[in-house]
């Protein structure tokens, strides 16, 4: 068969071992899985009752065209409803600004270590991937700048970006697309919008009329816990939302997930709460880091990257044997970093007692 050429050098998405996997292997009675930045408070008591008693007619297609969820996004984010587009998760927003976008005889722009679908989804596109390092776990927006020609189609930003957890300061961001040729797409990835504290940030969507060639992306995954039901939405000039919306499969959010993310998003107070929770908890990763004398760098999500004085495959395998699942940042781009989800009090708590005792295991008095 003809494949397309970049297939041959790609592997399949390999998840993370899950909890009753790890379980299994080592006895362990209960497993802590804080590796895929989840919202470990689950979602919103009142989607769960909600979904209970509600009547989703089964049989019937999803809506597709302006489902009530798009008007109630619309209202909240302060745009019209042609403003919005809806995905399978945000990934699939991804896929279709990809698909849209990019060719061979195209470019693309991203950071690098970052979120890796931009660059898995533009290579089966075609088109050719510009990286530009992160300095120090900042984004280096004059190499972006540097980075675009004629070719450059759509340019990722992802912020807090994933697996660092810094964001792009707003002011920096907007005097970058100032200068970005308004022929080309900016994607702000905000995945993590709902957990940032950072009082100097400016929520982008207030700079759609000036800056029409932005896409705003942020998903139902994280802080509203409901990552299993894939949605996510874009919020971008509503020509750009009416091109992607040519390449989007018509049926691509379901019945169940468009009704669990409506009354999600009346529940505010619980995204507020767990944002607040969420800070508090990610503070005690900064203090227990300071007290080991380990590097953290600075969080703005749900997660924090941390370095630990061995190799961090090592580090993942002896937490995951003490009940701990996270990321080893080896895979991730950032290699000595271990990726973890900030979890409840309790959870954190465990993880701290494991890293410690693994630490004092290996001499390491910080
Ligand atoms: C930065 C970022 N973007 C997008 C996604 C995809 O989220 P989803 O497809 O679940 O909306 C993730 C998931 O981890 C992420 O970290």
């Known amino acids: 068969m003809n494949w397309k050429p970049a297939l041959s050098a790609m592997k399949p998405y390999k998840p993370g071992r899950s909890a009753e996997d790890v379980q299994k292997e080592y006895g362990i009675p209960k497993i802590e899985k804080l590796a895929s930045n ?56 991804i896929t279709i600004i990809s698909r849209a976008l990019l060719a061979p005889g195209t470019s693309t722009i991203m950071p690098v270590p970052t979120f890796p679908q931009y ?49 792009l300061p707003s002011v920096e961001f907007r005097e970058f697309l100032e200068k970005v040729p308004s022929g080309i797409l900016v994607v702000a990835d905000e995945a993590y919008f709902e957990y940032i504290t950072d009082s100097s940030y400016e929520n982008p969507v207030g700079w759609l009329s000036r800056f029409p060639n932005l896409i705003i992306l942020r998903t139902f995954s994280k802080a509203y816990g409901l990552a299993a039901f894939r949605l996510g939405y874009g919020i971008s000039s509503p020509a750009v939302i009416a091109q992607l919306t040519k390449v989007r499969n018509p049926f691509n959010t379901n019945s169940l997930a468009l009704a669990a993310a409506g009354r999600a998003l009346e529940d505010q107070d619980f995204i507020a709460h767990c944002r607040q929770e969420n800070a508090v908890q990610r503070t005690r990763f900064r203090q227990f880091a300071a007290a080991h004398k380990l590097r953290i760098l600075p969080s703005e999500a749900n997660f924090v990257l941390l370095e630990v004085p061995m190799d961090a495959d090592e580090a993942a395998d002896l937490l995951m044997q003490r009940g701990y699942i996270i990321r080893s940042g080896n895979l991730l781009g950032t290699p000595g970093w271990l990726r973890v989800t900030v979890g409840t009090a309790t959870q954190n708590d465990g993880f701290f007692s494991a890293l410690a005792a693994i630490l004092e295991e290996r001499g390491h008095t910080g």
């Open 38 to 93: 989840e919202n470990p408070y689950g979602c919103a008591p009142s989607v769960r009752n909600y979904l209970e008693n509600a009547h989703i007619q089964y049989e019937i297609y999803p809506e597709t065209g302006t489902p009530p969820l798009r008007t109630a996004l619309a209202g909240l984010t302060g745009v019209e409803e042609s403003a919005i587009i809806l995905g399978n998760g945000s990934d699939d927003l």
């Open 119 to 167: 660059a898995h989804n533009a290579r089966i596109e075609g088109a050719e991937v510009r990286e530009i390092p992160l300095e120090d776990g900042v984004y280096a927006l004059d190499r972006f700048l540097e980075a675009i020609d004629d070719t450059t189609a759509v340019i990722w930003i992802c912020t807090p970006n994933n697996p660092t957890g810094g964001l």
